[in-house]
């Protein structure tokens, strides 16, 4: 089984689904389109952000489709895309018998009225892309793909309509990288990094945050414009990560500070909660209690420590980047 992860890099998934691919002796390779501007790895790279002329550009794209549909057996996309403009690419690869699935990871899928049907905090400020070309891409890849893949349960509900088959492959990270940095009972620091505030709902935290000031002696840093690896060593000195307040589910981030021992704070929504294992530690909060939320935290620093632990052997049962990859290859089998 020789497998190609492309082409859209969504919070390093595409290299952490590939390299724990390789990890457990399947041949896998991760391939962009273009560099992350926040430096997350892959194995190759089209560059085709540096290309001007729109012939090159689609040239490029056909070009190296024809180098890799005779290498690789199973194609793994992701954000709705594959190896050429407008899935273009997909009937050839159905009619060659290529085994497909297609990741979906939240704003290529989330349509707006559902969303907010469910969640009273969404809001139209938040949404991102137009929902009547995702209803029409969705229909367009279910013609020639069979298995749509997400992360969660909140995404589940706007993908399975149009696919035979949904299945959830939970985020993976590498926990031989995301060392445990547990918290302590010193002066607390509450990290929080949105890579845009309006989905992080960054302005309710702020808000909690101002009010915890007079009362409570802890540090706030806002971390924005750093490249992944230095994210990941600010996150590193935190006490407590505060995810996002409008969504509804937990992302990566969220993992990714699980990983590293913190305690995370994050909004899930209350009919996805018996949706995930028993044991998520992250503590719920949304908009209208998280400075309450954030006061038991900052008042009990042995609390602080005992769920920075329990995230950690969360994310080592449902996140560790090896059994996500297993869980890829039982897939991949029944394509």
């Avoid at 005779?70 to 190896?83: A, N, P, R, T, Y």
């Avoid at 969660?152 to 509900?157: G, I, R, S, V």
């Avoid at 305690?263 to 400075?291: G, Q, T």
Wanted: aromatic residues 12%; proline residues 4%.
């Amino acid at each position: 089984m020789k497998v190609l992860h492309a082409p859209i890099q969504i919070a390093g998934q595409l290299w952490e689904y590939a390299d724990g691919l390789r990890k457990i002796g399947v041949e896998s390779k991760a391939l962009t389109f273009s560099q992350h501007p926040f430096g997350y790895r892959d194995d190759i790279c089209l560059n085709l952000q540096s290309i001007k002329d729109e012939y090159y550009f689609v040239g490029k794209m056909i070009k190296n489709f024809v180098e890799v549909v005779g290498i690789f057996d199973v194609f793994h996309f992701h954000f709705g895309e594959s190896l050429i403009a407008q899935n273009y690419d997909l009937l050839a690869l159905k009619e060659m018998g290529k085994k497909m699935v297609m990741n979906f990871w939240g704003s290529d899928v989330r349509i707006k009225d559902l969303a907010k049907l469910k969640n009273p905090f969404y809001t139209d400020e938040m949404h991102l892309g137009n929902d009547e070309e995702k209803i029409r891409k969705l229909k367009l890849i279910s013609q020639y793909i069979d298995v749509a893949v997400v992360a969660d349960y909140e995404l589940y509900e706007y993908v399975s309509p149009f696919f035979k088959r949904t299945e959830i492959v939970r985020q993976a990270v590498d926990l031989e990288e995301l060392r445990a940095h547990y918290p302590n009972k010193k002066r607390p620091i509450i990290v929080h990094a949105p890579s845009r505030m309006d989905v992080k709902g960054t302005i309710y935290i702020e808000k909690a945050i101002k009010s915890l000031v007079p009362k409570y002696d802890f540090e706030y840093i806002r971390i924005t414009g750093f490249n992944h690896d230095k994210l990941i060593e600010k996150f590193c000195q935190a006490d407590i990560v505060i995810d996002q307040m409008l969504i509804g589910s937990y992302g990566i981030l969220a993992v990714e500070s699980m990983a590293l021992g913190k305690p995370v704070i994050s909004y899930i929504r209350e009919d996805l909660i018996d949706k995930y294992p028993e044991n998520l530690p992250i503590i719920v909060a949304n908009p209208d209690n998280i400075a309450e939320v954030l006061k038991t935290l900052l008042q009990d620093g042995n609390l602080r420590i005992e769920l920075g632990h329990k995230s950690r052997e969360y994310v080592e049962m449902y996140h560790d980047k090896i059994k996500i990859a297993k869980d890829l290859v039982r897939l991949y089998e029944t394509l």
